[in-house]
DNA sequence: GTCTATAACTCGATAGAC
DNA sequence: GTCTATCGAGTTATAGAC
């Protein structure tokens, strides 16, 4: 188990990244949040890089706990949908952009480890909704259930992006109306 | 017509910005790309916004201006083929982000005239390829074409950023294999 | 138009006391 | 574990000489 203090660092540093992407927080803003000195925050995370592969660990393997399992209960459809709902939620409930698509887009200005966790929350992403969709008619084969779920993904990274660069939530809405046509 | 050196400064911005964002270049930058100092850049653009501001409407207008009439010759899907082209030139033979793509993921730290420059990207986008679907009889009537063109533009924006974290432009093609489905 | 110099600030990170 | 204090580097921006 991560010290108590260390979690709530993550969830400070996790809010204003799903805000401002990697650059968008500071040492000091994680350490006005938690109520103690930005020296602290060193003492817990050495370094930004530290900080950032720990965050971006958490945050996909509770995104993909979240999910459940992709060949449990329900139809692909339902499942499709929950997954869609997962982003959904965050983003009108809480102002929550997804983690890994404001990474995905400043890669450049990553650690390198933290791009390779971005960039493995884009795989099991893929991967699981491989699996949601491995028993249904609709696909032929594997390529067109790669295709599938790397447009699903696609689809729901740019309709968040534009969403709240248009001020518009119906952008969302609109764009996943008709999530794997 | 803006002073030549302006215009230097502007490429050499856009190059950095549709790499790295708003936040991937300073005025240290630009001043080294065009082979003069900082304080000199100020003088073309006292600020950085003010910079953001030029930089984001060259770009959109010589974006939309290279699209060409949405009423011209050519297929509806000829049409959108050169659409999806424009970005995945740039991506491919030159590395280069779509840099309004870059700017709405960071939306939140961008001056407030440069993120409304950035929404006016979409817009234009979507509307551009609104008038492109028109004649089009797969789409029976406007609420079905702004689906289709906000659907595309999310698309493509997702699959930029996709692609360039997985360090596979596999995933970009794949994803844009049926454009309008 | 471009320069030197610098102000004023923020950043990540460290040393050392408690 | 948390603190004070600070370092070195980066940032945007300005003043004033040429």
Same mark, same amino acid.
């Given at each position: 188990?991560? +010290?108590?203090?260390?979690?709530? &660092?993550? @969830?400070?540093?996790?809010? /204003?990244?799903?805000?401002? #992407?990697?650059?968008?927080? %500071?040492?000091?803003?994680?350490?006005?949040?938690?109520?103690?000195?930005?020296?602290?925050?060193?003492?817990?995370?050495?370094?930004?890089?530290?900080?950032?592969?720990?965050?971006?660990?958490?945050?996909?393997?509770?995104?993909?706990?979240?999910?459940?399992?992709?060949?449990?209960?329900?139809?692909?459809?339902?499942?499709?949908?929950?997954?869609?709902? +997962?982003?959904?939620?965050?983003? &009108?409930? @809480?102002?929550?952009?997804? /983690?890994?698509?404001?990474? #995905?887009?400043?890669?450049? %200005?990553?650690?390198?480890?933290?791009?390779?966790?971005?960039?493995?929350?884009?795989?099991r992403n893929r991967d699981w909704l491989?699996?949601?969709?491995?028993?249904?008619?609709?696909?032929?084969?594997?390529?067109?259930?790669?295709?599938?779920?790397?447009?699903?993904?696609?689809?729901?990274?740019?309709?968040?992006?534009?969403?709240?660069?248009?001020?518009?939530?119906?952008?969302?809405?609109? &764009?996943?109306?008709?999530?794997?046509?």
């Amino acid at each position: 188990m991560r +010290a108590q203090k260390a979690e709530e &660092i993550l @969830d400070a540093a996790e809010k /204003l990244a799903r805000s401002g #992407g990697y650059g968008g927080f %500071s040492f000091r803003d994680l350490a006005r949040g938690v109520g103690i000195k930005s020296a602290s925050v060193h003492y817990h995370f050495p370094t930004k890089e530290d900080l950032g592969i720990a965050m971006t660990q958490r945050y996909n393997e509770r995104f993909i706990h979240g999910l459940g399992d992709p060949r449990g209960e329900g139809t692909v459809d339902e499942k499709i949908a929950r997954y869609i709902n +997962a982003f959904r939620t965050s983003m &009108i409930e @809480d102002r929550l952009m997804c /983690l890994c698509g404001l990474f #995905g887009a400043e890669v450049t %200005s990553l650690p390198g480890n933290v791009a390779e966790e971005t960039r493995g929350f884009f795989e099991r992403n893929r991967d699981w909704l491989m699996a949601v969709l491995a028993d249904d008619t609709r696909f032929a084969d594997d390529d067109a259930r790669e295709r599938a779920a790397l447009t699903l993904i696609a689809k729901l990274q740019g309709a968040m992006i534009m969403a709240r660069t248009m001020i518009d939530v119906d952008v969302f809405e609109t &764009i996943l109306e008709d999530p794997l046509g």
